[in-house]
């Protein structure tokens, strides 16, 4: 079993709607990280949380640190939005990376 | 801004050859990192360094080394590189701070013929 699992892989969503991406993590963790992958490959930290919630413009993230969760939501999506989205929870500098969620938002 | 540079964004070797990586950052931290990225199998870890000429193995190190001279500067090191080495490689660099974010660089994009 993965440490890090991320639902859903792909996830396609007309432009304005609510998206909701879902990580459930195994390790034991100092923090999580939110990161955005556009084409081409470089990676952009989004959010690093340890409790409760961190809202950044349109994007929320929310953790529950008891039930090993955490989720990223986007609210009135763009096509801009579209990316990989990856979730990695870290223990001290080190981080475990989920293998994405690729968001595709059809304008 | 934190800026992390790479030396390449693509490079394409040959089976056996030696291969470079360089990883630049510009905000004196002390931790820095290399990543390999494949379909299906997400980021893993192939080294980082906490300090200068320090080094701790990561998840997947087999057939890599490191080298960290000074601080801003962490290079990979394939010393004979195979075709299964093809790959994304990501640097990242973070400062160790509460509350901080790991960095990363562009990534460079590596074929092993």
């Known amino acids: 079993k993965n440490e890090v699992e991320q639902s859903p892989q792909n996830l396609t969503a007309q432009e304005g709607e609510f998206i909701t991406i879902n990580c459930s993590y195994s390790?034991?963790?100092?923090?999580l990280h939110w990161l955005q992958q556009h084409p081409g490959g470089g990676i952009v930290s989004l959010f690093m949380?340890?409790?409760g919630k961190k809202k950044h413009g349109r994007l929320i993230a929310t953790i529950n640190i008891q039930e090993k969760h955490s989720s990223l939501h986007i609210t009135a999506s763009h096509p801009r939005d579209s990316a990989v989205y990856i979730c990695?929870?870290?223990?001290?500098?080190?981080?475990?990376f989920g293998t994405g969620t690729r968001l595709t938002i059809i304008p | 801004d934190v800026k992390v540079t790479q030396s390449s964004r693509y490079l394409v070797k040959r089976t056996g050859e030696k291969v470079f990586l360089e990883c630049v950052q510009d905000?004196?931290?002390?931790?820095m990192f290399w990543y390999r990225q494949d379909p299906g199998l997400g980021l893993r870890l192939i080294y980082f360094?906490?300090?200068?000429?320090?080094?701790e193995k990561g998840d997947i190190p087999e057939g890599y080394s490191v080298s960290r001279e000074k601080k801003e500067r962490f290079s990979l090191i394939l010393e004979s590189a195979s075709t299964n080495q093809t790959s994304m490689y990501l640097c990242?660099?973070?400062?160790?701070?509460?509350?901080?974010?790991?960095?990363f660089g562009p990534g460079t994009r590596l074929l092993v013929l």
């Open positions: 990695a929870p870290s223990e001290n500098e080190k981080l475990t």
């Open positions: 390790v034991g963790i100092s923090a």
């Open positions: 949380l340890s409790s």
């Open positions: 905000m004196d931290h002390e931790n």
């Open positions: 360094s906490y300090d200068v000429k320090m080094k």
């Open positions: 990242a660099s973070y400062s160790g701070a509460y509350e901080e974010t790991q960095y």
